[in-house]
């Protein structure tokens, strides 16, 4: 299971790291799908199949990635304390235990720079896409950042193109630089009607459409995950950023305190690269 600890320091400088957010994906429909059989892709990777029950550190995109980059990943749905894979240095830290990798940054990204990480961002949704000073704030993290209207939630082709920018990004590097990659997936946003058969922009978005999406991105996940082990083994963490409300309860979107938004699928795993 991806709650198994891992000792981050033996990973950190050995291997690959590749981040990536499902933006919005909702625990319920992620894990339905993997029952029924429809994201076979991810169901190989995912440790035992099943994804893991965690809480979001946050209700949005914005601020659940500013605590995730602080290294406050979604947290275990279960009684804690949860040690952490990576933190801060911050005095008192409950969650700071003998395998997290401590930086001395105020986020991951520039702790994995100091110790020799290329730290590269693939944007999706509009907080990362550089049009102004707030869609600048997290790429800005980064030594490296793209984002372009394909990669964007309007896109019905945003996840190929990211991965395409992707493997760009590995074939640039010399082989013996380390990575980390974060890929921000904006397919399962709204607007998401598009990736529905049938669907129409007057149909709107449904959590069927939000379904749909997460099959796409899962028809691509291959050639993302080939990429990044195609140098040396990497360590990969998948989760959702929070979840979104298609009238549950009432509510829409997200940005609310609702068990939907609030309870996101995670796994981390490893991909073996070439053997050595």
Same mark, same amino acid.
């Given at each position: ?59 949005? /995109? ?12 979604? &947290?275990?749905?279960? *009684? ?15 969650? /700071? ?7 001395? *940054? ?93 669907? &129409?922009?007057?149909?709107?978005? /449904? ?36 979840? /979104? ?32």
């Amino acid at each position: 299971m991806s709650g198994q600890p891992i000792d981050m320091n033996q990973v950190v400088g050995r291997d690959d790291i590749l981040f990536v957010t499902l933006d919005t994906l909702r625990y319920d429909v992620a894990c339905a799908l993997i029952e029924q059989g429809r994201i076979p892709n991810l169901a190989s990777v995912i440790p035992g199949g099943q994804w893991e029950k965690r809480h979001a550190p946050g209700s949005f /995109t914005y601020a659940s990635h500013q605590a995730m980059f602080a290294g406050f990943l979604p &947290t275990p749905a279960s *009684r804690g304390p949860h040690p952490r894979l990576f933190a801060a240095r911050f005095a008192g830290s409950e969650s /700071t235990a003998g395998g997290t990798f401590v930086f001395e *940054r105020a986020d991951v990204v520039g702790g994995l720079s100091d110790v020799g990480y290329r730290t590269v961002c693939i944007g999706g949704v509009g907080f990362f896409n550089k049009a102004a000073p707030l869609g600048s704030v997290l790429p800005g993290l980064f030594d490296e950042s793209h984002w372009d209207t394909s990669f964007g939630v309007t896109s019905p082709h945003s996840f190929e193109m990211q991965v395409d920018c992707a493997r760009t990004v590995v074939a640039d590097l010399d082989d013996d630089q380390r990575l980390f990659l974060f890929v921000n997936v904006s397919a399962l946003h709204q607007p998401n009607w598009f990736h529905l058969p049938g669907a &129409t922009r007057e149909s709107g978005d /449904t959590i069927e459409s939000h379904a749909a999406a997460l099959e796409y991105v899962d028809r691509h996940i291959g050639r993302l995950l080939a990429a990044m082990s195609s140098r040396r083994r990497c360590f990969v963490i998948l989760c959702s950023d929070h979840g /979104t409300a298609y009238g549950d309860d009432g509510f829409t979107g997200h940005r609310i305190g609702h068990e939907a938004v609030w309870t996101v699928p995670y796994a981390h795993f490893f991909v073996e690269g070439p053997k050595e």
